[in-house]
């Protein structure tokens, strides 16, 4: 299996200032189809999972524009501009490119 | 946002089968591929497999000699199966559209393994 590995495991942040996670793959991500599924995803206390973004920086509607993706091969970033108190959860990349798909251990973000 | 509902027992006997719907909301069952996942209490996420209409489906390895998803689209619906379950299977359960970008999640079913 692909091994997604995030760091790092818990991240306090103050509102109004950036954040920054990063994601990294065992291995490349290029589908055949030469696209990269790699996606992000907040889960906030007692929720489901919400998709961020995919395709490494293609962010979600509904989604606020300071969350960013980033990333190439097999290293990736996902970026909070400034942190908002809404933000707090746990977030965590995954991969769809091969099979099994896996995600990360995910980011614990709070304030 | 489509809303996914995922149904079934919430307590499963150990050894016996797990049972889970997933009621997809219109008439969209037919365009997508579906998603079951899991995430134990406190743990991460584990993708367990995804059908496509056509019968197209996946299971992960280490869970395939166990499960098996399918469809029944004049319902709109999808289940899954997971039979011989342990302790080791309590998770929330989640439905998901696609298989590649996960867009759209139910809220997920708490089942507890237990006798």
């Known amino acids: 299996d692909v091994v997604m590995t995030q760091s790092p495991l818990s991240l306090p942040v103050t509102p109004g200032q950036p954040a920054s996670i990063s994601c990294r793959s065992s291995q490349s991500l290029v589908y055949s189809d030469g696209k990269i599924y790699l996606n992000w995803y907040q889960q906030r206390p007692g929720q489901s999972p919400r998709r961020l973004i995919y395709?490494?920086?293609n962010r979600d509607s509904g989604v606020p524009d300071r969350f960013s993706g980033s990333g190439s091969g097999t290293d990736f970033t996902l970026k909070i501009s400034r942190v908002e108190a809404e933000d707090v959860g746990i977030y965590y990349c995954?991969?769809?490119?091969?099979?099994?798909?896996?995600f990360g251990p995910g980011t614990k973000v709070d304030i | 946002q489509v809303q996914l509902q995922e149904s079934g027992p919430g307590l499963v006997k150990p050894s016996e089968t797990l049972s889970l719907t997933c009621t997809v909301p219109g008439d969209s069952i037919r365009s997508y591929y579906w998603s079951w996942l899991r995430q134990p209490p406190g743990g991460g996420l584990e993708s367990i497999g995804y059908?496509?209409?056509?019968?197209?489906?996946n299971y992960n390895p280490s869970l395939k000699s166990r499960v098996a998803i399918s469809m029944d689209t004049s319902k709109n619906q999808f289940s899954l199966k997971l039979t011989s379950v342990t302790a080791a299977d309590t998770a929330v359960y989640y439905c998901a559209r696609t298989a590649r970008v996960l867009d759209c999640w139910g809220q997920g079913i708490l089942v507890t393994v237990s006798s």
């Open positions: 995954m991969q769809g490119t091969h099979w099994p798909f896996t």
């Open positions: 395709w490494i920086s």
């Open positions: 059908i496509y209409h056509t019968g197209d489906s």
